[in-house]
């Protein structure tokens, strides 16, 4: 077995591009028996989310993983990463220096998968769709500066927004935007099922058990036209129901590839013990692992009780234990590979101290032990997530400042009570929209948040905004440095860790390197069943 690490070279404003010396778009379709990728990702619809694949509702890696294949978007990630690049069209640019205004004319002949032809209108139809259903899953927010849509004849639009906003094209590129048929979507409700029409590189066919998929069938869309190039004809995407199941089917050969979510024990088992025709590849990632408040609850609502936890808890501890080298301790929302970043929370709290959180609930006047139950989810972030939280109880309770329990619930009921506020702290994982500071601090601070958090800070509402109109993104820099003082401040949110990312493929699968963006969203085209280059 080979083991792979490719890393970036550098963070300047957003994350740089990775570079290694393989691969290329210029491939053929690469032809052969369909690849088989693997995941614990889940996909189940029910009364909480019964449209868990419309882009107007999806907001988690493992779904958009299924509409990166399906949907066009006009512009999209490049490979390894950097600044996105035309897909649905033809070229795309602000027309203003205050980044107001964004203008972009469509590629000549674009299609739907049926045959039907893309225009602007349909994509005005899309983008306008996703602000007028609203879900709650909190995908609006990411187009919510949107003011007015504008189309000139059938290939252009121009995107009026509210303030200024510099990632603006990154935003476009999210699956959030992807373009949607007016034949195939309601403009004003979710399309419930599992069923996806776009113009993307492939198609898709779900096959289901009950109400949740099995499978997921990928095949090329004679119909795409767009910047990306395939290397394959058909990939299947198969859900297991754990990391050990998945990794059984690797060396089996029943999969060729599996990605998210190997377990800690998997990846640290492939480095040290070679398998036979596997080969485990690091790819960067920027992942983070944070514990989450209702700021109205009344065991939380006390900063002094947040601040606490931020004083006692043992970032390094957690992450040695349980994760070992696949991740490091993260005092700050922003990750270290973003330029941006800085320890706040370190900066404001140093190392873990009891005696240091004593005072803090001291001077609050708030009687100890704090009886508190820490939520988690058992089917989305992997095997670790138990252990992790384990972890955490352990070190909350050691100081008897603490009286605290932990509870597992699988995502399909987690996520919709987290979100009606019945956790006081829960867990959760972010993998980034985009790579930019703005990703990791908006979807928290934001009104209309993922979280659908209570807690507000008018100052951090003020500073997003600011911090948008910054074209040279290392210029926002200063702004960013305040938002996370003020989350280090408040805790509204309280960061634990940065993971990297992985896959582990059978040796005759080529483009391996590139199965995954730094959001961690696959990207299957890039796969091939031996060179086609």
């Given at each position: 077995?080979?083991?792979?690490?490719?890393?970036?070279?550098a963070?300047?404003?957003?994350?740089?591009?990775?570079?290694?010396?393989?691969?290329?778009?210029?491939?053929?379709?690469?032809?052969?028996?369909?690849?088989?990728?693997?995941?614990?990702?889940?996909?189940?619809?029910?009364?909480?989310?019964?449209a868990?694949?419309?882009?107007?509702?999806?907001?988690?890696?493992g779904?958009?993983?299924v509409?990166?294949?399906?949907?066009?978007?006009?512009?999209?990630?490049?490979?390894?990463?950097?600044?996105?690049?035309?897909?649905?069209?033809?070229?795309?640019?602000f027309?203003?220096?205050?980044?107001?205004?964004?203008?972009?004319?469509?590629?000549?002949?674009?299609?739907?998968?049926?045959?039907?032809?893309?225009?602007?209108?349909?994509?005005?139809?899309?983008?306008?769709?996703?602000?007028?259903?609203?879900a709650?899953?909190?995908?609006?927010?990411?187009?919510?500066?949107?003011?007015?849509?504008?189309?000139?004849?059938?290939?252009?639009?121009?995107?009026?927004?509210?303030?200024?906003?510099?990632?603006?094209?990154?935003?476009?590129?999210?699956p959030?935007?992807?373009?949607?048929?007016?034949?195939?979507?309601?403009?004003?409700?979710?399309?419930?099922?599992?069923?996806?029409?776009?113009?993307?590189?492939?198609?898709?066919?779900?096959?289901?058990?009950?109400?949740?998929?099995?499978?997921?069938?990928?095949?090329?869309?004679?119909?795409?036209?767009?910047?990306?190039?395939?290397?394959?004809?058909?990939v299947?995407?198969?859900?297991?129901?754990?990391?050990?199941?998945?990794?059984?089917?690797?060396?089996?050969?029943?999969?060729?590839?599996?990605?998210?979510?190997?377990?800690?024990?998997?990846?640290?088992?492939?480095?040290?013990?070679?398998?036979?025709?596997?080969?485990?590849?690091?790819?960067?990632?920027?992942?983070?692992?944070?514990?989450?408040?209702?700021?109205?609850?009344?065991?939380?609502?006390?900063?002094?009780?947040?601040?606490?936890?931020?004083?006692?808890?043992?970032?390094?501890?957690?992450?040695?234990?349980?994760?070992?080298?696949t991740?490091?301790?993260?005092?700050?929302?922003?990750?270290?590979s973003?330029?941006?970043?800085?320890?706040?929370?370190?900066?404001?709290?140093?190392?873990?101290?009891?005696?240091?959180?004593?005072?803090?609930?001291?001077?609050?006047?708030?009687?100890?032990?704090?009886?508190?139950?820490?939520?988690?989810?058992?089917?989305?972030?992997?095997?670790?997530?138990?252990?992790?939280?384990?972890?955490?109880?352990?070190?909350?309770?050691?100081?008897?400042?603490?009286?605290?329990?932990?509870?597992?619930?699988?995502?399909?009921?987690?996520?919709?009570?987290?979100?009606?506020?019945?956790?006081?702290?829960?867990?959760?994982?972010?993998?980034?929209?985009?790579?930019?500071?703005?990703n990791?601090?908006?979807?928290?601070?934001?009104?209309?948040?993922?979280?659908?958090?209570?807690?507000?800070?008018?100052?951090?509402?003020?500073?997003?905004?600011?911090?948008?109109?910054?074209?040279?993104?290392?210029?926002?820099?200063?702004?960013?440095?305040?938002?996370?003082?003020?989350?280090?401040?408040?805790?509204?949110?309280?960061?634990?860790?940065?993971?990297?990312?992985?896959?582990a493929?059978?040796?005759?699968?080529?483009?391996?390197?590139?199965?995954?963006?730094?959001?961690?969203?696959?990207?299957?085209?890039e796969?091939?069943?031996?060179?086609?280059?």
């Open positions: 077995m080979n083991v792979k690490t490719l890393v970036p070279l963070a300047i404003g957003l994350l740089a591009p990775v570079l290694v010396a393989c691969g290329s778009t210029d491939g053929g379709s690469g032809g052969g028996d369909a690849i088989v990728v693997g995941t614990t990702d889940q996909f189940e619809a029910n009364a909480d989310a019964p868990p694949l419309d882009p107007a509702y999806a907001y988690d890696t779904a958009w993983n509409l990166r294949q399906t949907f066009q978007t006009l512009m999209h990630p490049p490979r390894g990463g950097g600044e996105p690049v035309p897909d649905a069209a033809e070229s795309c640019t027309t203003d220096n205050a980044s107001e205004s964004y203008r972009c004319k469509l590629r000549s002949g674009l299609q739907f998968a049926d045959g039907t032809p893309v225009t602007a209108e349909d994509v005005k139809f899309s983008i306008q769709r996703v602000l007028d259903i609203d709650d899953n909190g995908t609006a927010a990411l187009l919510s500066n949107i003011d007015t849509i504008e189309t000139k004849g059938d290939d252009e639009i121009i995107f009026h927004l509210a303030t200024p906003d510099a990632t603006f094209p990154y935003k476009l590129s999210t959030v935007a992807a373009i949607v048929s007016p034949k195939q979507y309601d403009g004003k409700k979710l399309r419930e099922g599992f069923q996806v029409d776009g113009s993307g590189p492939y198609t898709a066919r779900a096959e289901t058990d009950g109400d949740r998929v099995s499978k997921i069938v990928f095949t090329k869309n004679p119909h795409y036209k767009g910047d990306i190039k395939l290397r394959n004809d058909e299947e995407l198969r859900s297991f129901a754990d990391a050990d199941a998945m990794g059984k089917a690797l060396e089996s050969g029943d999969i060729d590839l599996m990605t998210r979510a190997m377990s800690p024990e998997q990846i640290e088992e492939l480095s040290a013990s070679p398998k036979e025709g596997i080969t485990l590849t690091e790819v960067p990632g920027l992942e983070i692992r944070y514990l989450a408040f209702n700021t109205d609850d009344p065991s939380v609502k006390d900063k002094a009780v947040r601040q606490a936890m931020a004083a006692v808890i043992d970032r390094g501890q957690i992450a040695g234990q349980v994760y070992g080298s991740a490091e301790p993260l005092y700050s929302l922003i990750p270290t973003i330029a941006a970043h800085t320890n706040s929370f370190y900066n404001k709290y140093g190392e873990p101290s009891r005696k240091k959180a004593a005072a803090i609930l001291s001077d609050a006047g708030i009687d100890t032990p704090v009886k508190l139950e820490l939520n988690y989810t058992t089917d989305k972030y992997g095997d670790g997530t138990a252990k992790e939280f384990e972890a955490i109880r352990d070190q909350l309770n050691a100081g008897k400042l603490f009286d605290v329990t932990v509870k597992g619930t699988e995502w399909s009921k987690f996520r919709p009570a987290q979100k009606r506020g019945d956790y006081a702290v829960y867990g959760l994982g972010w993998f980034p929209d985009f790579p930019d500071p703005d990791y601090t908006a979807p928290f601070l934001d009104e209309g948040n993922f979280l659908n958090s209570p807690y507000v800070s008018e100052e951090a509402r003020k500073l997003i905004p600011q911090s948008r109109r910054e074209a040279d993104r290392t210029a926002a820099s200063p702004a960013f440095k305040r938002i996370q003082e003020i989350v280090a401040n408040d805790v509204p949110v309280l960061p634990l860790w940065q993971g990297k990312q992985y896959v493929a059978r040796d005759d699968i080529t483009g391996v390197e590139w199965a995954l963006n730094t959001s961690s969203d696959l990207q299957l085209w796969l091939a069943r031996g060179s086609d280059v």
